[in-house]
């Protein structure tokens, strides 16, 4: 008993350092190409972007772990991502996120949020959104 308990304790902070650095790609190598690739079918707009706004601030639920103002609340574990990082913002292309949103990042408290509580075009709308978190 006290063996799988220690081990349970063991696999908790392994699981954690899954990822090495914040800017190293959650896609899987072997698609991370193709992903990358993906464009976004919709034009930025304000309308979008606010679009994107209200499913931020409401049943995306990002606010509760991404905060305000896209720095991301302190939480135990991986912390959210800081959408306010500009290099951060620079690695990654509109199809990461996507991926992301579809998937979760696992490992991590990230959760699915496509086909789960978001449409596809709700998805594309909160990134434009959360491209307006870039520092300059
Ligand atoms: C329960 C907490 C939680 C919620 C809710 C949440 N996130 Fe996250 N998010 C995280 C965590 C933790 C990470 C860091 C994951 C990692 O490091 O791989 C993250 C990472 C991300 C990333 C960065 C992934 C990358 O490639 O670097 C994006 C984009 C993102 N979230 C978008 C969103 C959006 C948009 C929503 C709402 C639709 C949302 N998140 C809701 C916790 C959350």
């Known amino acids: 008993m006290l063996g799988v308990v220690v081990m349970i304790f063991l696999a908790g902070p392994a699981a954690q350092a899954f ?16 992903i990358q690739e ?14 994107g706004r209200k499913v931020y601030f ?3 639920l990002c606010v509760t772990c ?4 896209g720095n991301g609340v302190r939480m135990p574990g991986h912390a959210p991502r800081d959408f306010t990082d ?19 990042s696992p490992g991590t408290g990230m959760p699915q949020r496509v086909g789960k509580v978001l449409t596809e075009e709700e998805g594309w709308n909160v990134i434009q959104f959360i491209r307006t978190f870039r520092a300059q």
């Not at 959650?26 to 698609?31: A, D, K, L, T, W």
């Not at 993906?38 to 679009?51: A, C, D, G, K, N």
């Not at 290099?87 to 979760?104: A, F, I, N, S, Y």
């Open 66 to 69: 991404h905060s305000k103002k």
């Open 58 to 60: 409401g049943k995306g």
């Open 19 to 34: 990822h090495p650095s914040v800017y190293s790609p959650r896609v899987p190598p072997e698609q991370l190409e193709r």
């Open 86 to 104: 500009a290099k951060w913002q620079d690695t990654r292309t509109d199809g990461e996120l996507m991926w992301v949103l579809k998937t979760g």
């Open 38 to 51: 993906i464009e976004s079918p919709f034009e930025t707009t304000p309308e979008r972007i606010e679009e």
